[in-house]
């Protein structure tokens, strides 16, 4: 295998899991290249657990054979077990327990990893093997696991303005001493503009697979073809300096403007002006602290307006932060609950895009072909649609796992268990995100070509966010109604009659049992046509 050494007795055996990409990560801090070997492992299970998007393991595997190349480049010995390796047992642990057999290290050293699985996984490491393993803090992220806990206590909501605000205070992003740079805080009240007619969003900063790259696709077409996705047109960047690249193209075209459309949708123009940044961001190629700094420069210089700046960094110190601390925070009860008792097994549409909805049409078929929706796609499109139709949480958040290069338990769970889902009885959001299809309509361009009319409100043709919308707050009537951000829906929901309340459960029955009927179909088989 290329790269390993013969069998001796090493000094530190450092295993770098898949998702923790950089030089400078806690468990290679303190490398000696004279006498540690770095281990990192393709493995089946960590595949499988879910079916993973195929543009989803080909990142991970293309960014870590990079990687292991990078660090020989430096002389250091690694080890890395591919896939389809002779002996390749399949899991970290059994990986793990080879590695330290063939190199018999005096301990092994780690960093903690980003989902409570694997953390678990860890603490057996710690039982089992007959030498110290030393799980060490994640120090990529900038509010340190302890330092959110101490924050959260045990207060039952935890809202993520105040602790952005904390966040800012003491990183100092976007400060001037202790005052917020502009005055304000956020300056979301700019930021939510429809893309005007005919606008064309800058084109997508394109990473040709190289040879290596062009070898994971096809080790995983081969072994993963019925993985959800497409491998054409993989395009992410996999290595740090591409990612560089990737962050760099961003500020330049995309940031002077993310702001202003950032909750804006379009079909056929799935990227507008997003950063794509998070893929590489969560497996390490780049650090939260460098895109901050290379965001408020952009500021700083003049070339990217304040509320482009803020709200661009309000995602990463702010909103990537805060999902992170929650999770670790709350783990392992937190993705237990179901506050809504949704049920509802999630349709098939979700896997094979065909659906006469068009906005979800579009998010799906987009996030098959690149692994990506954007945020107003995934909280507004699919999770929207997920929570009104009362999709049970676990197979929402499944679906999640598995369909996004960016996807990792830490960042999933709290995204959609508690955003999107309101699953966690609003530890995370003070109300459930619902919204009718004027919603989509005002900042979109999906509703002009869908079979359903986003005006009408009742009968077949009605456009389904419509009456499933007033059919979510009359299920949820006993739980939402006392909520005092919903005091608006609800006193219009009072003033109706029961003849309307009758005709949007009729509808809404109609429409769920079509979708019951659907949803665990075999991908292919259905013609799905309006209902009648
Ligand atoms: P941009 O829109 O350009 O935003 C910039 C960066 O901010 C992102 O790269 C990301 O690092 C960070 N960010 C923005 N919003 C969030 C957020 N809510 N939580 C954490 N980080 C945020 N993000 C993931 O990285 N992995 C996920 O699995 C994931 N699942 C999501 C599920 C749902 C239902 C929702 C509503 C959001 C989810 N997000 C997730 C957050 C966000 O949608 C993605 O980070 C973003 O779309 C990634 O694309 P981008 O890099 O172009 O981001
Ligand atoms: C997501 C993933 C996949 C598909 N494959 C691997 C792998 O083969 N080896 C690896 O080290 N990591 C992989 N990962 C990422 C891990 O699942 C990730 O490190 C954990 O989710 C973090 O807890
Ligand atoms: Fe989506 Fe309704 Fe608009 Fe159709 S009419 S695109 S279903 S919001």
């Known amino acids: 295998m290329a790269g390993r050494r013969a069998a001796r007795a090493a000094g530190t055996l450092r295993f ?37 998007h195929k543009q989803k393991i080909a990142f991970l595997f293309s960014a870590m054979r990079h990687f292991a190349d990078e660090l020989r480049a430096e002389g250091v010995a690694v080890d890395y077990v591919r896939l389809d390796d002779a002996g390749n047992s399949g899991s970290f642990t059994g990986e ?127 072994r993963f073809p019925d993985h959800f996705g497409d491998l054409d047109g993989f395009a992410w960047p996999v290595t740090r300096s591409d990612a560089l690249e990737a962050l760099r193209h961003f500020v330049a075209e995309c940031l002077p403007t993310f702001g202003d459309y950032q909750d804006a949708m379009q079909a056929g123009a799935p990227f507008l002006y997003h950063a794509l940044l998070a893929p590489a961001l969560n497996a390490g190629l780049l650090t939260p602290e460098e895109v901050c700094r290379a965001a408020e420069r952009a500021y700083r210089e003049g070339s990217v307006p304040l509320n482009c700046a803020e709200g661009f960094i309000r995602q990463i110190l702010g909103w990537r932060e805060y999902v992170r601390g929650l999770y670790w925070a709350r783990m392992p009860d937190y993705a237990r609950t179901n506050a809504l008792r949704a049920t509802r097994d999630l349709p098939w549409f979700y896997w094979s895009g065909e659906t006469p909805m068009n906005c979800l049409a579009h998010v799906i078929r987009d996030t098959r072909a690149h692994a990506y929706a954007h945020h107003i796609q995934r909280l507004m499109v699919t999770g929207n649609f997920a929570l009104i139709a009362g999709i049970e949480p676990a197979q929402v958040e499944e679906w999640y796992l598995v369909v996004f290069a960016d996807a ?36 979109s361009d999906y509703c002009g070509s869908c079979a359903y009319d986003v005006k009408r409100k009742a009968g077949p043709r009605a456009c389904p966010f419509n009456y499933l919308y007033w059919n979510f707050l009359i299920e949820n009537e006993d739980r939402l109604s006392g909520n005092p951000r919903l005091a608006m829906p609800y006193r219009t929901l009072a003033k109706m009659d029961a003849r309307r309340r009758g005709e949007i459960a009729a509808d809404a029955a109609r429409f769920l049992d079509g979708l019951s009927a659907q949803a665990r179909a075999p991908e292919g088989q259905l013609a799905l046509g309006l209902e009648p």
């Open 16 to 52: 770098v899991l898949g998702d923790q990409l950089h030089r400078r990560v806690s468990s290679l801090t303190d490398l000696d290249p004279d006498r540690d070997v770095v281990l990192l492992v393709e493995v089946e299970a960590e595949a499988t657990y879910v079916r993973h």
């Open 96 to 222: 793990l327990e080879r590695a330290v057999a063939r190199h018999r290290p005096d301990r092994v050293v780690v960093t903690e990893p980003g989902e409570w699985r694997v953390h678990e996984m860890m603490q057996g490491w710690r039982d089992d093997l007959a030498l110290p393993v030393e799980i060490r803090d994640d120090n990529r992220f900038l509010c340190p696991r302890a330092e959110f806990a101490a924050w959260a206590g045990d207060r039952r909501s935890l809202r993520m303005e105040t602790f952005y605000r904390g966040m800012r205070r003491r990183t100092g992003f976007l400060m001037e001493g202790a005052e917020p740079v502009g005055g304000q805080w956020n300056f979301d009240a700019e930021n939510r503009r429809r893309l005007p007619k005919g606008h064309v969003p800058p084109r997508r900063p394109g990473f040709a697979p190289d040879a290596i790259t062009r070898a994971v696709i096809d080790l995983v077409a081969a």
């Open 408 to 443: 990792f338990e830490w960042v999933e769970l709290p995204n959609v268990h508690g955003m999107v889902l309101w699953a966690d009885g609003g530890v995370m959001g003070s109300k459930p995100y619902a919204a009718s299809g004027a919603y989509i309509d005002r900042m």
